[in-house]
């Protein structure tokens, strides 16, 4: 997951030719930031309530992308977590589809002994107490694929140079949580740095990471930490990733809605 959270892509509006050039040039130099191949992150996952109170959530993350005869490249993410003891044993599940409007996603608790398939009012709950909802997940993980891009005016973050993009649902998704996401996507790395989730007119949540946050790892960049503040409720979360891993091969059934959740 060493791509966890740079992966963002969405055209509700219609642009003129130069500018789509431009779009479509901006999401492949993302989309090239999307790491081929399996691997294995360990990852933190703070979060601050109200009151100022901190929990933190322990866990690993396995990626990697299954060659179908119909399709390449479907991502599978599998996320376990380790700590603490109460929680360990939690697991969710994303497994990407031709049409990713019906990308399905599982959770597994402990508590409940059971795997749940999450319907489309369940998406915007809170994944494991954090300030990210597993639709926001899907989406970070997917790339923002099954949303419409629209380029807005450069702008920058953390002194360095953005491009901004604005991403809206499409007019047949009746899955979408939010009514649209603006980025702001670094120049140099074409790594997002910011990003501001709408309902309406009104910014519901933030994520963002310091330009310091940047890593590279051979051609490839990513964010070793970013936070994701909800702005209604003034708490926040942040990510970060403690290793990170390429595996050769990783266990089909860490992929597997039936048996994702099994200890290793």
Not at 130 to 146: P, R, V
Not at 222 to 234: A, G, P
Request: charged share 30%; aromatic share 10%.
């Amino acid at each position: 997951m060493k791509r966890l959270w740079m992966l963002l892509v969405l055209a509700l509006a219609v642009s003129l030719p130069a500018h789509a050039e431009e779009t479509d040039k901006i999401l492949g130099c993302m989309r090239a930031n999307l790491l081929p191949g399996s691997h294995m992150q360990e990852i933190e996952l703070s979060t601050t309530d109200i009151t100022g109170a901190t929990r933190t959530l322990k866990g690993k993350l396995f990626t990697t992308r299954e060659k179908l005869p119909e399709a390449d490249g479907l991502l599978r993410a599998s996320l376990r977590i380790t700590a603490p003891e109460h929680l360990a044993g939690a697991a969710y599940l994303l497994r990407q589809t031709e049409d990713r409007r019906f990308d399905s996603m599982y959770v597994y608790l402990p508590s409940v002994r059971r795997v749940r398939r999450i319907s489309t009012d369940f998406a915007d709950g809170s994944l494991l107490g954090t300030n990210f909802s597993y639709y926001e997940f899907k989406q970070l993980t997917n790339a923002f694929g099954d949303l419409s891009p629209k380029m807005e005016p450069d702008s920058e973050v953390d002194d360095r140079d953005a491009y901004v993009v604005s991403f809206y649902a499409r007019p047949d998704d009746t899955t979408a949580i939010y009514s649209s996401v603006r980025v702001w996507v670094d120049q140099k790395t074409c790594v997002p740095l910011k990003a501001e989730f709408y309902k309406g007119e009104r910014v519901r949540k933030r994520f963002s990471a310091p330009a310091s946050a940047l890593k590279k790892s051979g051609k490839l960049w990513y964010l070793s930490e970013i936070e994701m503040r909800d702005l209604i409720d003034d708490t926040r979360t942040v990510l970060r990733i403690v290793s990170m891993t390429d595996q050769k091969e990783l266990p089909s059934r860490l992929f597997d809605p039936n048996r994702f959740y099994l200890a290793e």
